[in-house]
């Protein structure tokens, strides 16, 4: 029975079940036998060098909560094959992506012919700059400024570096650019922190004094710990078509222009998004996704998981494409192409940025789903070789 079992679940993690045998698979999945079955794979799984700390419940869950999320996206956006799939199939679901998110398969596969990525080429990673453009217009790299021991830079060491006199009730500002590669954490004069990941932008005037808001712009992906001021709410501008409003709060907001869509994940406190003319108010562990030009989706999600950059973590969980963009905001890669049969593949992956690309795709490779080849800066994506 676990040979029938093994099969399923290995032609499932490879994309090449029929339509009859998913629906067997996912019937099987309601068995406890065949349930304690992917439990001990995932007891292995857990051990994978990328996931060091995340237990079996915790990648259960996480696995669960992405899903989730996902489904609702897709099916507010009229995706019919996942209206029809119940939510006991979702959490099965789950918990064969728990299994892919490890990328360690303790099933025979057969021997690969394939020479490890490693031993092939690799991309650097990208060694760009941060960069500050003061109210005159000059560029200023930030890299011989020394942050504080916490790693954070203060706003209020910038007034040094050459402030243009202001004149009467002119707001001056300055602006903060993380190239791709590099990430930045700032304190600003109210105390508010914000980290920027790689290739973000953030925009905040010289001085919040008199100001009835505190109001700074920003693209990229930047998490915020704002600092409490009820007589002067904290308000973030996106993109030039989102804005998000707090009190004091910690979340994070992806805007990333490549990707078509924001998302706002709400750790603590409350945000107010104002989008397209709706209103939406957040509550902690809730995220909410604006299509460009289109509507906001708010739903339960993994917020920790979204703040995994700031802690030196990828989380890879998405379609390859998204994947591909995250990783090229990281390394340098020149250029992503896409043979046929890849463009519907979604991989799930946790992995330490200190990785290198090599090892990274290697990782993903591990899926049985797909096959990389680097050439120079280029990376080539298709169907697994086997």
Known sequence: ?????????????????????????FELIGDPEHRARLESVIDHAAEERSLVGLGQE????????????RLQMETAAGASKVRRMSWKYAAAAAVILAIAATLWIALPRGSRTTQPLAQRADI??????VTLSLPDGRALSLDSMAPDPSGTSQASEFERLGRTPAEDNVQQFYTINTARGRQFRLLLEDGTIAYLNAASTIK????????????????????FEVAKNALAPFRVKVNDDMQVEV?????????????????????????????????????????????????????????NESVAWKDGRFELYGNIHEIMRQLQRWYDIAEVRYAAGVDSTILV?????????????EILEKTGSIHFDIEGNKVTVMPSRQ
Do not use: C, W
């Not at 040979?3 to 090449?16: K, V």
């Not at 004094?209 to 930047?222: C, F, P």
């Not at 009190?247 to 750790?267: H, P, Q």
């Open 124 to 129: 650097e990673r990208v060694q760009g700059a």
């Open 58 to 69: 915790e990648l259960q869950a996480r696995s669960l909560r992405q899903l989730q999320h």
């Open 1 to 25: 029975m676990h040979q029938d079992f093994d099969a399923l679940l290995d032609g499932y993690l490879t994309g090449t079940l029929s339509e009859a045998e998913t629906q067997r698979f």
């Open 349 to 361: 992956a946790t992995v330490s940025t200190s990785k290198k690309l090599s090892e990274v795709l």
């Open 247 to 303: 009190l004091g709060t910690s979340f994070n907001i992806k805007a990333y222009t490549d990707e078509g869509k924001t998302t706002t994940s709400l750790l603590e406190g409350a945000v107010r998004i104002h989008h397209g003319g709706e209103q939406l108010t957040m509550k902690p562990g809730q995220q909410v996704t604006a299509i460009k030009g289109g509507a906001m989706q708010m739903s339960p999600g993994d917020v």
């Open 204 to 223: 905040f005037p010289t001085s919040f004094n008199g100001a009835a808001t505190r109001d700074v712009e920003i693209s990229g992906e930047v998490y």
